[in-house]
């Protein structure tokens, strides 16, 4: 049975991984209560499944690795901000963990820079520290991701819907998939990592997705969900990749977030956010222990 620890409650992970944790077919290799460290305790209430435990790990780092102390596994759901990763690497080094699965998620980072120069390149460095801390890490990567009721809308900007113009502004082709994971999935695959007999064995990167979807498949199901017919205009892989070069030479820009991920879907396969294989079996044998969840 795993010991586990958790931080980042706050984002879109939280909940499921902890739900996906306390549910068969991981909850009886789970060693309760799962330590869900939170800077603040009072937005939850502590269970025999887990304990809230208030802890700051870049102000009061030294409190937390003492509550950590024999943990088996440590997963992190926390946004890419330097300071945190600083101080939980200092953590994971200081409690040593059979398996810690960092906050990759999203796309496949070594792909993208083929694209985009040192994307996302602070994700890539924080695993190489835990690597170098002599620390077995896991990174999860998922493609898109979101909750499957609002999957289509929350995805269809990224692939280029303006709503209030009502049109759609394809970067590449429109039949150009993109691979998702619905984040019950993401609770699944997490949780199926941390409750793993021999966390040595897993691979260093686990590539996972519901399922892949096209642009324009996307786009159809947000027309029949909006009841609207958009305007479409293409812009060819090549041309989007020129003006990707020109924009992405100017510095990173967190507003243009979205963009950077349509121009990464623009140049198809294997390029950061569709992937060719995955390591479903991996987590999931056969989809013997969930039913992929698609849209």
């Given at each position: 049975m ?17 739900e ?31 304990k ?25 759901l926390v ?8 101080a939980?690497?200092k ?30 390149g602070?994700?890539?460095d924080?695993?190489t ?9 896991v990174?999860i990567v998922t ?5 499957k009721?609002?999957?289509v ?14 049109k ?12 998702y994971?619905?984040?019950?999935d ?17 691979p ?14 996307l786009?159809?199901k ?29 510095g ?15 140049q ?12 479903n ?9 969930w039913k992929w969840t698609?849209?």
């Open positions: 795993s010991s586990i620890a958790v931080f980042g409650l706050g984002g879109f992970l939280g909940n499921p991984v902890l996906s944790l306390q549910q068969a077919p991981f909850a009886d290799k789970v060693k309760f209560p799962i330590l869900a460290v939170t800077r603040d305790t009072s937005k939850y209430t502590s269970t025999d499944k887990v809230y435990i208030e802890g700051d790990v870049v102000n009061d780092r030294d409190a937390v690795i003492k509550e950590l102390q024999g943990v088996d596994v440590i997963v992190e946004g890419p901000d330097p300071s945190v990763f600083a939980t690497e953590v994971a080094a200081a409690v040593k963990p059979k398996l810690y699965i960092p906050s990759q998620f999203g796309v496949d980072i070594a792909q993208s820079q083929s694209t985009l120069p040192g994307f996302l602070l994700k890539t924080h695993s520290k835990l690597r170098d801390a002599g620390l077995k890490v990174d493609g898109l991701f979101g909750d009721d609002s999957f809308t929350h995805t269809s900007a990224i692939v280029g819907v303006d709503e209030s113009a009502k759609v502004t394809y970067l590449g082709s429109p039949k150009n998939h993109f691979s994971t619905i984040l019950s993401i609770g699944k695959t997490v949780a199926a990592a941390a409750v793993s007999p021999n966390p040595s064995e897993l260093d990167l686990l590539r996972v997705n519901s399922g892949t979807i096209s642009q324009e498949e786009v159809a947000f027309e029949a969900a909006k009841s609207v017919k958009l305007g479409v205009k293409e812009v060819s892989a090549e041309e989007a990749l020129a003006e990707a070069k020109k924009v992405w030479a100017e990173f820009n967190g507003n243009k977030f979205l963009y950077y991920l349509q121009v990464l879907i623009s198809g396969k294997e390029k950061g956010l569709w992937f060719g294989d995955n390591d079996d991996v987590v999931n044998p056969s989809g013997s222990a698609t849209v």
